[in-house]
């Protein structure tokens, strides 16, 4: 059981790449977040998933796309990276949305645009 | 703007000793709150919680207090121990929202 795992761990990118994260679990888990973590501000929500199939924006979505198409993977898009887009990414997953119920970290990927 | 605070941004504790984090909080709808640790190259793990409904929550060591009426909330570690050295997350639940709201965290350090 490996919880919740995302690839890479770490990527350096160019102002105006593109890439992909990967966040899978194993779990059985409805719903799934993305977040990114910058320094002074907390855990941010990015996009987050009731289902598969269905996505959602959160907090700060712009400059971001997901796809939710296995229940068990939820993807993380940057079309054109920016460098305000360096962070650590956080994806996350629970059973049920309520607040209260545990949501469940991966381990991170730290991004730097340069 | 935030909606949940944690002023301070570290916190250095004797080992065995008190450690008292705190976090406000300005939106009234919030109805569960839940405190996350999180060590270095990790993600964080959830900790403790407490109902809106509840002043004071407790699980061992730790122990979470509630007050409603001045918008804040507190996470009492008691002993400490080194291991519990890790950032602290205090976070809220709006409710129907289904989005948690984090603070920016606090860096609890215990010495030996």
């Known amino acids: 059981n490996a919880g919740v795992t995302q690839t890479p761990k770490f990527r350096v990118l160019k102002t105006g790449q593109s890439m992909t994260l990967l966040c899978a679990q194993d779990?059985?888990?409805?719903?799934m977040y993305w977040y990114r973590q910058d320094p002074g501000m907390g855990l941010r929500l990015i996009h987050y998933?009731?289902?598969?199939?269905?996505?959602a924006k959160g907090e700060v979505p712009d400059g971001y796309n997901v796809s939710r198409l296995k229940k068990q993977n939820f993807l993380l898009g940057l079309e054109s990276a920016a460098p305000s887009q360096t962070s650590v990414y956080f994806c996350?997953?629970?059973?049920?949305?309520?607040?209260?119920?545990?949501?469940?970290f991966g381990p991170g990927t730290r991004l730097l645009v340069l | 703007d935030q909606q949940v605070k944690q002023n301070s941004p570290s916190l250095s504790v004797q080992e065995g000793r008190i450690s008292i984090l705190n976090c406000d909080y300005t939106?009234?709808?919030?109805?569960?709150f839940l405190w996350y640790k999180k060590y270095p190259a990790e993600g964080p793990t959830f900790l403790i919680s407490?109902?809106?409904?509840?002043d004071k929550n407790e699980d061992g060591r730790f122990t979470v207090f509630l007050n409603k009426s001045a918008k804040h909330l507190s996470l009492h570690i008691v002993p400490s121990q080194p291991g519990d050295s890790a950032v602290y997350f205090c976070?809220?639940?709006?409710?129907?929202?289904?989005?948690?709201?984090f603070g920016s965290g606090t860096q609890l350090t215990v010495l030996p």
């Open positions: 996350a997953s629970s059973y049920s949305g309520r607040g209260q119920e545990t949501q469940y």
């Open positions: 779990m059985n888990h409805e719903y």
């Open positions: 998933s009731v289902g598969e199939g269905t996505t």
């Open positions: 939106n009234s709808m919030f109805d569960y």
């Open positions: 407490i109902s809106s409904i509840k």
């Open positions: 976070a809220a639940d709006p409710g129907s929202a289904r989005q948690l709201t």
